[in-house]
């Protein structure tokens, strides 16, 4: 980009649906490249109904091979609740490994002292567990994640021979305090660009305003879906022009904004050079 040249996404106004304090980096790396984040949560966590599956596979947790972790919220659930029953999670000389279905998982149980022993190349669940490939045949595997968790993983997993103790870590709600304001905004076309990070976001969204509002906005704003699952997820109600950041990192979000909206520039700029 030559010196002086607008940033692309100087002046940009850049929907993030997830929480607050799941936004707090993206949105001030945002603000540092000229943007305008406004956070717009559309997913709400909570405790499972029923703790005692959990509890039960954190108090057995010695005889699991593997743990594997398929978001940054199942790290922070698993933390939370083995502190309230007052166990440490992965005892000392334990034969555990972890598996991680992306850096951001992989970052986020760093951060909370957990050794993660694989990171997924690619993205997604189901490509975790085809990379575990052999290593998984008759291994006994903890799944802790959400209740509306994509339903693949279990059999691909199963599928290499793991015996798989799948339970709900975590809730996905819609929130309760949605900002009605804000969203009939994006809505209306009143963004340039709009962050969608799970299934979960895309489905509440179309809850809201119907799948057919939500195929319309691609041709107002730039729809982002950060993960290949999101996508599917979005193709499937409809939408088929999506900006793809490969992952949930800021960095990965960063790169494919500014690549979409470098390329707007462009075209604008091809535009009046011909006009």
């Known amino acids: 980009m030559a010196e002086g040249s607008p940033k692309p996404l100087t002046g940009k106004r850049i929907v ?156 996905t709600l819609r929130p309760t305090d949605v900002d009605q304001r804000n969203l009939r905004q994006i809505a209306d076309g009143g963004a340039d660009a709009v962050l969608f990070f799970s299934p979960s976001a895309v489905q509440y969204f179309s809850e809201l305003f119907g799948s057919e509002q939500l195929r319309g906005l691609q041709d107002k704003l730039a729809i982002t879906a950060v993960g290949h699952v999101t996508a599917n997820a979005l193709r499937q109600a409809g939408v088929s022009r999506i900006v793809l950041a490969r992952d949930t990192t800021a960095a990965a979000v960063l790169e494919s904004l500014e690549e979409n909206f470098a390329g707007t520039v462009k075209q604008a700029q091809a535009g009046a050079k011909r006009v």
């Open 16 to 171: 993030i649906t997830r929480s607050a304090a799941q936004s707090e980096l993206l949105a001030r790396e945002l603000s540092a490249r000229g943007a305008i984040p406004v956070v717009v949560p559309l997913v709400a966590f909570a405790d499972p109904e029923d703790f005692a599956p959990l509890d039960a596979a954190i108090a057995e947790i010695q005889r699991f091979d593997w743990m594997i972790l398929t978001s940054a919220q199942a790290v922070r659930a698993l933390v939370k609740r083995s502190g309230e029953l007052k166990r440490g999670l992965i005892p000392g000389g334990s034969k555990l490994r972890i598996a991680c279905v992306g850096p951001v998982t992989a970052e986020t149980a760093r951060q909370a002292g957990l050794s993660v022993d694989y990171v997924a190349e690619t993205h997604t669940g189901e490509a975790l567990a085809e990379e575990l490939g052999k290593r998984l045949k008759g291994a006994k595997v903890f799944l802790p994640r959400s209740d509306r968790a994509n339903p693949d993983l279990p059999p691909a997993l199963k599928r290499h021979g793991a015996q798989v103790t799948e339970v709900i870590a975590y809730r």
